[in-house]
């Protein structure tokens, strides 16, 4: 079943489609113990909160509290330089994350009120994000050295050629501002993407199989640089190259942001699917052609996505039938704005 197959009305929404006040066991008993059981003893009430804390705990949940652990076991265990303060910023990002996850999994805050729904999305992209700013000190203190040599020789032994090497002849100032745009347009597409899906959203259970999918993909990329680390065609194979890449704007905006880490009948053929192919096509291009990855990278990140799609659904609808049997607190719920609200909200 596709993320977009959202045809049916979904459990949280009512037949006019407004959101319902989905409320499970384990929130009453949350809500009815305030603040833990207040007639309980102090360790009881402690134990309660945090066995309430850990069952409400969703996919998304655990991968980025998985994730973030195992950046400190890696950085415990690297050979570089600079990783107890690395360590100190992932433990202020597992902190923080761990803090919002009290506030809207106890809940501490109401979990279908507007603000504890915007706080928890907002809580998962700045942890994401966050952490993949400070990849640019943690991959050089967990792992010092640079595995070039090894793949470029896999991508000639395996593929026979190199492609950033091939395209090289066909460098050009117009032919490098060409895919510099498309490589740009990655994080435009992202955007576009990821806001509307987490603000705008309605249908729970395909928000969770967008969110669980791109986590697996992000979240695993970002650890396999460290057991893959490099530096790119752009570096190592620079005496291979004749032709220096010079470009416009775009060429210009790649670098920086490198550095800074109605027809009715229109349906044959399909732009919907033309154009995103289209798009996805150039940007992998781009990816060699600007000398940035090697041949065996896209290959890896091709696998990663199709892996990421097919884990990511399974895994979202396994949990929402778990949590819908167990009478659980949804892994999401439907963030309605004030103004969106009918009657007294």
Known sequence: MSIFDAGKPHPSRSRHGSPLRVQSPA??????????????????????GAALLVGNFASQDWLILGYLVALLVALALGAGHNRAACAVRVCADLTGYLFVLTMVRVPLLRWSSSLSSLLYRLAVVATVVGSFFQLREILPAVSPWADDSRIYAFD?????????????????????????????????ILTIHVLP????????????????????????????????PGWGPYW????????????????????????????????????HTALPTFFATQMILATMFLRWHYLVDVVAGVTLAVAGAYAGARIAD?????????????????LVYPWERTGGG
């Not at 396994?318 to 439907?334: D, H, T």
């Open 318 to 334: 396994w949990e929402y039938a778990k949590r819908e049997r167990l009478g659980l607190q949804a892994a999401w719920m439907p």
């Open 27 to 48: 929130v009453s008993q949350a809500l009815g113990m305030r603040s833990f059981g207040m007639d309980s003893s102090g360790p009881e009430r402690l134990a309660s």
């Open 156 to 188: 000639l032994h395996v593929f026979g050629f190199e492609p950033s090497v091939w395209l090289d002849r066909f460098v050009s100032r117009p032919s490098t501002e060409w895919f510099a745009f498309f490589y740009f347009l990655y994080f435009l």
């Open 236 to 271: 190592y194979l620079h005496e291979s190259f004749r032709r220096p890449l010079v470009g416009g704007p775009f060429w210009k905006l790649v670098g920086a942001a490198v550095d800074a880490g109605g027809a009715q009948k229109d349906i044959f053929p399909s732009l």
């Open 197 to 228: 899906m987490l603000l705008f959203e309605r249908n729970v259970q395909v928000l969770g199989r967008f969110a669980v999918g791109l986590l697996l993909v992000f979240l695993t990329a970002h650890l396999l640089y460290m057991v893959v």
